[in-house]
């Protein structure tokens, strides 16, 4: 059975601050999906919450980029925000960029990624959501899960994987795209996606079948607005077993924390942490960037889950390493590489400085 699963984020108002979400802005996201889903549109969904960003998980039969889900998404988004404006939570209503719809959320501030699939006889996927980050975070985890056999095993000893997987690598700034097959051009690819705050990886295709196995939002709000506004937060859905990596594939490259950039005032690097759900309010200096994993199985498009990926023992120490790497960054304060370069900083007063201080520069 051919199914469309979409996932669509957005910013709409944080409590306290930016670290968390109010339970009262779930409730009424909630309500919103359960009318979609009664009224047909939906076949199901699941709400839930990345430290201040709400997401949309859901199932239908339209396909990606349908102009009817994205704005009964939209809708629902207007509807917690005029909730967030009546608890005057921070930021409210921050991620909408537009007053009103006009035909895809893409380009109005809302993070997207969706993915039409055949449902297989067991269908298991796995969806990260992550909050003080931008949207090439992802580029280092799709990586180790589809082309290191360091990381993934299956591609060494798994016959139905070891064709590899095709990488769709989206240059943000330019908007355009490449195609590498992997392994064999692993070098090549490389060069780009090294430098996640341009090459964002968009979807990845196993090349036995050429089946999607992964895709993520990959939309830039600093680029869409214009201006800072609040970090991309992205997603991302991966499909796992079989042709795919096992889920303990998918999830290894997060016990092995790295560093990602988004943190206070979007202007610092910090380590991606993985958390459980409910411990995921990034408060430390605005963060930590967090990283949360839902799994489902997906029966003729019923999301049967979620189980919450990293609250298991087994992601304590990663945690820990998080938290040291997060202590070594801090001691930098306002100095790289902490702090990020100039022209990446999402805050900056450095034109402002400039302009009071251009006279008193003098030719060496
Ligand atoms: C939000 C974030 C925060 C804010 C900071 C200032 O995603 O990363 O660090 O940038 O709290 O927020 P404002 O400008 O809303 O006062
Ligand atoms: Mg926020
Ligand atoms: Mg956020």
């Given at each position: 059975m051919k199914v469309t699963l979409s996932v669509i984020k957005a910013d709409?108002?944080?409590?306290?601050g930016h670290c968390s979400m109010h339970p009262d802005l779930m409730t009424e996201g909630e309500s919103c999906m359960a009318k979609a889903k009664k009224s047909g549109l939906l076949i199901d969904y699941h709400v839930t919450r990345c430290g201040d960003d709400l997401q949309f998980i859901m199932t239908h039969?339209?396909?990606?980029?349908?102009s009817k889900i994205h704005e009964m998404a939209w809708n629902a988004f207007q509807s917690c925000t005029a909730v967030a404006k009546k608890l005057k939570?921070?930021?409210?209503?921050?991620?909408?960029?537009?007053?009103?719809?006009?035909?895809?959320v893409k380009g109005q501030g809302p993070g997207v990624a969706e993915m039409e699939l055949n449902e297989r006889e067991a269908e298991p996927v796995i969806i990260f959501m992550a909050d003080?980050?931008?949207?090439?975070?992802?580029n280092l985890p799709l990586y180790e899960m589809f082309c290191d056999p360091f990381n993934t095993i299956g591609l060494v000893i798994s016959a139905n994987m070891h064709a590899g997987f095709k990488f769709e690598v989206h240059d943000v700034k330019e908007s355009r795209r490449i195609m590498f097959n992997c392994p064999e051009e692993i070098y090549d690819m490389l060069v780009f996606i090294g430098a996640p705050s341009r090459y964002t990886v968009k979807s990845v295709y196993s090349?036995?079948?050429?089946?999607?196995?992964s895709t993520s939002s990959t939309q830039k709000l600093s680029l869409i607005a214009g201006?800072?506004?609040?970090?991309?937060d992205p997603v991302c859905i991966v499909r796992a077993q079989g042709i795919f990596p096992a889920v303990g594939e998918v999830l290894e490259p997060f016990a092995r924390p790295h560093i990602v950039e988004g943190w206070m005032r979007g202007s610092h690097n910090g380590p991606l942490t993985p958390v459980s759900v409910k411990g995921c309010?990034?408060?430390r200096f605005d963060g930590p960037p967090r990283v949360i994993a839902a799994g489902f199985q997906l029966a003729e498009g019923r999301l049967v889950g979620p189980v919450?990926?990293?609250?298991?023992?087994?992601?304590n120490n990663a945690r820990q390493m998080a938290m040291d790497m997060a202590d070594m960054l801090r001691?930098?304060?306002?100095?790289?590489p902490h702090r990020l370069p100039l022209d990446e900083m999402?805050?900056?007063t450095m034109p402002q400085v400039m302009k009071k201080l251009a006279k008193r520069f003098e030719k060496l």
């Open positions: 709409i108002g944080g409590w306290v039969k339209k396909g990606i980029d349908n939570l921070h930021g409210a209503g921050q991620d909408l960029l537009s007053d009103a719809f006009s035909g895809n003080k980050t931008a949207s090439g975070a992802w090349r036995e079948t050429g089946e999607i196995a201006r800072y506004v609040g970090k991309d309010n990034p408060t919450d990926m990293f609250d298991d023992v087994a992601f001691r930098h304060g306002p100095f790289e999402e805050y900056t």
